[in-house]
């Protein structure tokens, strides 16, 4: 019998907290896809607006990077699916696995790249 993980528990960052944590880690993913661009790792493509980051790949696929203010969440849309994270202890964690959002975001991007890929912590 198998035990599905608990989600993580409510976010507790203040507004501005929050705001600092994203735009952290916005930021840290745009200049890890420069430095692949940079370096000739992959073709990837970033545009961001506000707390939304786009990442495009060479075959046309894209993942999307949100900011949810409201609910101090970070979705994560990729081709595989969409994934909503929650601020706990110093880590986005996912919502319904627990599981780690730059894991998660190195998992899709890797696969829609046709190339491992990894994003760091930093």
Do not use: C
Not at 65 to 83: D, F, I, K, M, S
């Amino acid at each position: 019998m198998s035990t599905v993980p608990a989600p993580p528990a409510p976010s507790t960052l203040s507004d501005a907290d929050y705001r600092r944590e994203t735009d952290t880690l916005l930021a840290r993913i745009e200049a890890t896809t420069d430095r692949w661009l940079d370096e000739d790792v992959v073709d990837i493509d970033t545009q961001r607006t506000g707390g939304l980051l786009e990442l495009s790949f060479a075959d046309g696929s894209k993942i999307v990077v949100n900011t949810q203010p409201p609910l101090h969440e970070v979705w994560l849309a990729a081709r595989a699916g969409g994934y909503h994270y929650k601020w706990v202890q110093g880590r986005w964690l996912d919502t319904r696995d627990g599981s780690e959002f730059l894991a998660a975001l190195s998992r899709h991007a890797s696969a829609q790249a046709g190339k491992a890929l990894q994003f760091d912590a930093g």
